[in-house]
């Protein structure tokens, strides 16, 4: 293939808050082609939604994207005008979130909001739209759609909401998807729904995905490749299968001895890390030049707090890139 | 929907009732007024009168003879005007009616506009400029504000008329010339009536606009590609008019309290200067009358506000009631 | 404490003032706005308070020309269409005011937190009976209910005052029954219930104490709103004819507002300047005594 469909290199974020400027992304990068599916992997507060919101210019207004580009399909968004964003946001990048309970407006017909980026984007009369509309609900799999198009948020069930949610961010056919967290706040039963919704609409749609979850067993079971952040970095990269099997960072490894924590208190955020001691840095450490693992880490030496670990490729594996000092080398 | 009607009635049995009760055991009644504006009366002739007026039965009886009249909509006879008061009600309802539903509006369409605006740049001038207005119309008593408003647009600057609620010149003129006339006197008393409420509506859209452009789904609406102003206008500001509709259904009482004042300031001919004529001539049937329509003004207003907050909120729809 | 077994335990201790109250003048100190308005208010209070006594001017004595504007012949706020002299009229009618204001304020909010915290605490029918009585209160016109009172029962201070503190009550009344649902499923409700605190002591002592904060910002917004509606019905000539206060000299000048608008403008001011100080010292003890809700 020539160029990625989206090329992000050396994505920086800062916010500016009163006392000061912090980072809250330093140099993430990462190429996704067309109809590929990453998974963006790390603790709480390591920086996954805000990659997401760069991508889709939706930073929270103290934020800004500090240095890097987000090149996407030879354009870069990172400089792009909000005026072309919006074009972009809903129709060629876009994006479900968390908490399906609270993300649809209480007061439109699920309906209505489906269709309302279909006026948008596509230009459909409100006519067509609502016919659109209840295609979308049949694909996404709500039964009896025909009926439930004219029903509003309240009457639909979690799992319900976030499937409409995927019907309004597949609704014009995008090229990415970004969904963050889709899955953290629904019964386990309807997440392995959620999962293959989503994989088998990303499949038909050649929507490439980009998962964002504590999860491993959704990284296994969604993604071909993923990237492991911790403290506003991607600390390794690699296609899941060598990451699962050899994976190279301290920090990766004790993500993955955690596998079996699929709790059915799946709304609980994982705060830390039962593998791991300690908690991720605050947000105010997260640019200094050092290894920002270095003190929860047991391979933890003198550089590793001195000096920041660049990434190089893991050996034996094609594009897998670690950042450590001291990485794990062959199998787990 | 029909609980509520219903609740509503026996709300305004309970402030007839509670009236009525009021009148009859305050000092004095109607034949000692009647008397009092006679010049003296004899006994047989008080007796008699109270006789025309069934006061020589008992309370209950009395009381009862009321509510019958009162659910015929007979409000009795007014000595003092010499009208049944239902058809003194009816000729000036309407135009206290058209002051308290236009100032509701005027303070509701003005003051979401301005928080709206405000909660855009909660820390804008226009931001300050509402708070100080909404302690200006809080602290300003609404007949100053009135006469302050007729001192500069009436009598300095002869932009509005000074009483009244039609120009009589035009009582030949054709129907939409008369409208207009309405509407021009009507300006300034539905104004200064706003001015009280007003700013009490423009920080509750503030704070509820700035609560609301926080939600999940305000961030969904982002993500769509819409645009700035369809995500507040469309989005936001339809959640964000639920507390605030609410709060304007709780002032029906106060507007109307409001409105006796600013009919009053503006010599407007609805039930406020009516009812201070009425008081004035201790009129009891008046009395009695306006009190009751009044608080029907009000229970209206309140349904009013509920069948709103029912169009707002699907939410509020689905449960029963 | 472990260990030590006590034949009594100690009451348990409610959290009793949530905010103490230094921290709380601290906050109030810290907010511009409403330490210029209690300095305001205290020299309107000192003025009607001593006003009277330094200036013996009887404010119904015709003393000199009607419409002596304000600053000429000695008069310094001028005369009204009687003559009479202004000053004295605004410093005698500021007593009415903010007498009537702060008694009918205080009558209103102990028939408010009577009302609330009975229908807080006892709940089930006592609640539901007090608050459709709260609601009916809030469906009357207040001001017309008020006329009517006092076209019926003469207007001396005394009626005009119950004729406000009746209608004004039903906010303090919703307010502190939301607190007091709230307060009574905590826990230190609970333990001092189990301790065998009565009733009268729960609501009293334990429950009402932290209830106070928002109960005490809204009877200071009362005084102001039982001001503007004394102007009201003075204002209407429904106030004790035997005393000025500042809505009536509104109400009687107000037909020769084209010949000396300042009879009209002056009292309306002091009326305005007054309540908006308490509105503001209303606000800072908001800001003071919710500090969580600051940033709004
Ligand atoms: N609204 C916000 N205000 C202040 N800090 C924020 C906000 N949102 C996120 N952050 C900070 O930004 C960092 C990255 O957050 P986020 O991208 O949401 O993490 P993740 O999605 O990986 O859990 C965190 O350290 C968090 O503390
Ligand atoms: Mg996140």
């Not at chain 1, 039963?189 to 490439?208: M, S």
């Not at chain 2, 120009?167 to 010339?177: E, G, N, Q, T, Y």
């Not at chain 3, 009976?129 to 001396?156: D, H, K, N, Y």
């Amino acid at each position: 293939m020539a160029t990625p469909l989206l090329e992000v290199r050396d994505l920086g974020v800062r916010f500016t808050t009163r006392d000061g400027q912090v980072t809250v992304l330093d140099d993430v990068s990462f190429t996704l082609e067309r109809g590929e599916r990453i998974s963006f992997v790390g603790e709480s507060g390591c920086g996954k939604s805000m990659t997401a919101l760069a991508l889709m210019g939706l930073l929270p207004a103290m934020g800004q994207v500090s240095g890097g580009s987000i090149n996407f399909k030879g354009e870069d968004l990172a400089t792009a005008s909000e005026a072309r964003m919006r074009q972009i946001r809903g129709n060629e990048i876009s994006m479900i979130f968390q908490e399906p309970m609270t993300s649809l407006n209480p007061v439109f017909t699920i309906g209505r909001q489906i269709a309302e980026v279909l006026q948008l984007h596509r230009g459909l009369d409100r006519r067509t739209a609502r016919a659109r509309a209840i295609d979308l609900l049949e694909a996404v799999r709500i039964p009896n759609a025909a009926a439930r198009v004219d029903d509003y948020p309240h009457q639909l069930s979690g799992g319900q909401r976030q499937r409409v949610m995927i019907a309004i961010a597949l609704a014009c056919e995008p090229e990415v998807l970004i969904a963050d967290e889709p899955t953290t706040a629904l019964d386990v039963t309807v997440q392995a729904e959620i999962f293959a919704l989503l994989r088998d609409l990303g499949a038909k749609l050649e929507t490439a995905i980009i998962l964002i979850t504590h999860d491993m067993g959704a990284v296994a079971q969604m993604a071909e490749r993923m990237l492991v952040m911790y403290a506003g970095r991607r600390v390794e990269e690699g296609r899941v299968a060598d990451i699962i099997k050899a994976p190279a960072h301290p920090y990766t490894r004790g993500l993955i001895a955690c596998v079996p924590h699929i709790s059915t208190d799946a709304t609980r955020r994982l705060e830390r890390l039962p593998e791991i001691d300690g908690i991720v840095p605050p947000i105010t450490s997260f640019g200094r030049d050092a290894c920002l693992f270095a003190p929860r880490c047991g391979r933890a030496s003198e550089v590793c707090h001195g000096e920041r670990p660049a990434p190089a490729g893991v050996a034996g594996h094609k594009a897998h890139s670690v950042a450590c000092w001291h990485p794990h080398e062959g199998g787990a | 929907m029909a609980v509520r009607a219903g609740y509503a009635l026996a709300l305004l049995l309970a402030v007839v009732i509670l009236n009525f009760t009021l009148i009859h055991i305050a000092p004095g009644d109607i034949a000692d007024t009647i008397a009092g504006d006679m010049g003296g009366a004899t006994e047989e002739v008080m007796a008699q009168i109270r006789a025309d007026y069934g006061l020589d039965k008992p309370f209950p009886v009395q009381l009862g003879i009321y509510l019958g009249n009162v659910v015929r909509l007979d409000f009795g006879y007014s000595f003092f005007f010499n009208t049944p008061v239902t058809s003194l009600i009816a000729e000036r309802l309407p135009a206290t009616l058209l002051l308290v539903f236009t100032a509701q509006i005027f303070a509701l369409v003005i003051g979401v506009v301005l928080g709206v605006i405000s909660a855009r740049r909660p820390h804008g001038l226009l931001s300050h400029f509402v708070t100080l207005l909404a302690l200006f119309g809080y602290s300003a008593p609404v007949f100053w504000t009135g006469i302050m408003l007729l001192i500069g647009l009436s009598l300095l600057l002869p932009l509005f008329p000074v009483a009244g609620m039609i120009d009589v010149a035009l009582i030949d003129a054709p129907l939409w010339r008369q409208y207009l006339s309405v509407a021009h006197h009507l300006f300034l008393p539905a104004l200064t009536l706003a001015s009280i409420f007003l700013a009490l509506y423009s920080r509750l859209t503030r704070a509820s606009m700035l609560e609301v452009l926080g939600a999940d789904y305000i961030r969904t609406a982002r993500a769509k590609g819409l645009s700035e102003r369809d995500t507040v206008y469309r989005h936001a500001l339809k959640n964000s008019l639920g507390p605030v509709v609410t709060l304007a259904g709780l002032q029906f009482s106060a507007v109307v309290s409001g409105a006796v004042l600013v009919e009053t300031v503006f010599s407007w001919p609805g039930l406020g200067t009516l009812a201070l004529q009425s008081i004035l001539a201790r009129d009891t049937p008046t009395i009695l009358g306006i009190l009751f329509f009044s608080a029907l003004v009000v229970i209206v207003g309140n349904l009013l506000t509920d069948l709103a907050l029912r169009l707002i909120d699907p939410r509020i729809r689905g449960g029963g009631g | 404490m472990a260990g030590d077994l006590k034949i009594s335990e100690p009451e348990p201790q409610a959290p009793r003032a949530q905010h103490p109250f230094r921290e709380v003048l601290q906050m109030f100190v810290g907010n511009r706005a409403a330490v210029v308005a209690s300095v305001i208010l205290m020299l309107i209070v000192l003025a009607a308070v001593f006003g009277p006594i330094l200036y013996p001017t009887d404010p119904f004595e015709m003393v000199w020309a009607p419409f002596t504007p304000p600053g000429t012949d000695g008069f310094i706020l001028g005369t009204d269409y009687l003559g009479r002299d202004m000053l004295s009229g605004l410093l005698n009618g500021g007593r009415v005011s903010l007498t009537i204001g702060l008694v009918a304020a205080l009558m209103s909010v102990f028939i408010g937190i009577s009302f609330g915290a009975l229908a807080g605490f006892y709940r089930g029918v006592v609640e539901e009976v007090l608050m459709r009585i709260t609601e009916f209160f809030q469906v009357l016109p207040t001001l017309l209910f008020s006329m009517v009172i006092v076209a019926l029962f003469g207007a001396s201070l005394t009626v005009v005052t119950i004729a406000i503190g009746i209608v004004s009550w039903t906010a303090v009344a919703r307010i502190t029954r939301a607190e007091f649902l709230r307060i009574r499923e905590l826990e230190y409700v609970t333990a001092s219930r189990a301790a065998g605190a009565s009733n009268m002591v729960l609501m009293t002592r334990v429950i009402l104490p932290n209830a106070l904060p928002p109960i005490i910002v809204q009877a200071a917004l009362m005084v102001g709103s039982a001001i503007l509606f004394e102007a009201g019905l003075a204002f209407l000539g429904l106030s004790d004819p035997n005393v000025v206060s500042w809505g009536q000299i509104i109400g009687s000048n107000r037909t020769y507002i084209l010949d000396a608008s300042f009879t009209v403008t002056i009292p309306g001011l002091a009326i305005f300047v007054t309540v908006l100080s308490i509105s503001l010292i209303g606000d800072g003890l908001n800001d003071a005594l919710n500090p969580k809700l600051r940033r709004r």
